[in-house]
């Protein structure tokens, strides 16, 4: 398991390890969001995806992104991984999770990760169709959807 608060991973992660790090004795809530791969998009069905990255930029501009939801909402711990490579349906894509001293600010924290992290780290998804197309995905920015 990786000890830092942001990472990429190109397998998949255990959940109950990533939970205890954020596990904190001043935490009085915990909020977490997954990411998935489903087997649609834009009444496309889908049968997987492939993501990449610019590692060394993604590394750093997540933590930064931590590092701003721990400050930003006072928060206790905060952890964030995102896969790489080759995923199928289904599988876990993103994990977030947040422990603060109350329920507000961990909602709030796991949001403004979750949405900074696809507005600001390279990470590019490529899926692939049941039609036999494929195609590089480039999501809209969240913006005006943020805490």
């Not at 796991?110 to 049941?130: L, S």
């Amino acid at each position: 398991m990786d000890e830092r608060d942001f990472w990429l991973a190109d397998a998949p992660v255990d959940l109950a390890l990533l939970r205890r790090r954020v596990e904190h004795e001043r935490a009085g809530a915990f909020a977490s969001f997954e990411g998935w791969v489903r087997n649609h998009n834009e009444g496309r069905p889908v049968l997987g995806l492939r993501y990449e990255s610019y590692v060394a930029l993604a590394q750093a501009e997540g933590a930064k992104v931590v590092a701003e939801a721990r400050e930003r909402f006072a928060l206790c711990a905060a952890v964030c991984v995102h896969r790489i490579g080759d995923l199928a349906i289904g599988d876990m894509a993103v994990w977030v999770g947040v422990s603060a001293p109350h329920r507000g600010a961990a909602f709030d924290a796991c949001r403004y990760i979750i949405d900074e992290i696809k507005d600001r780290v390279p990470i590019w998804k490529h899926e692939r169709y049941a039609d036999g197309d494929a195609g590089w995905l480039h999501p809209e920015p969240v913006r005006g959807d943020r805490a």
